[in-house]
């Protein structure tokens, strides 16, 4: 079972599209994410990455629904 968790680009920092990687928030915590398997991608996107490769682009209706599901789950009671 693999886990994706989703993210906004915040910025895209090497345009390159072998070596394409980005700042990725994940809700206050922003971490580097490789982007070459998203090339469509761009700043303000959501995407859903996994061991720290993007691996889908999601729209915001999506990515918030997945947000509030995973604090019902983990979030503080």
């Known amino acids: 079972m693999c886990l994706a968790v989703p993210g906004r680009i915040i910025t895209i920092d ?29 700043v303000d996107n959501y995407i859903l990455v996994h061991a720290g490769f993007a691996i889908g682009k999601i729209n915001e209706e999506h990515a918030m629904h997945i947000f509030k ?4 789950c983990f979030g503080e009671k």
């Open 14 to 42: 090497n345009k390159d599209e072998l070596m394409r990687t980005g700042k990725v928030d994940f809700g206050g915590i922003v971490k580097q994410v490789n982007l070459t398997l998203v090339p469509e991608a761009q």
């Open 69 to 72: 599901d995973m604090d019902e």
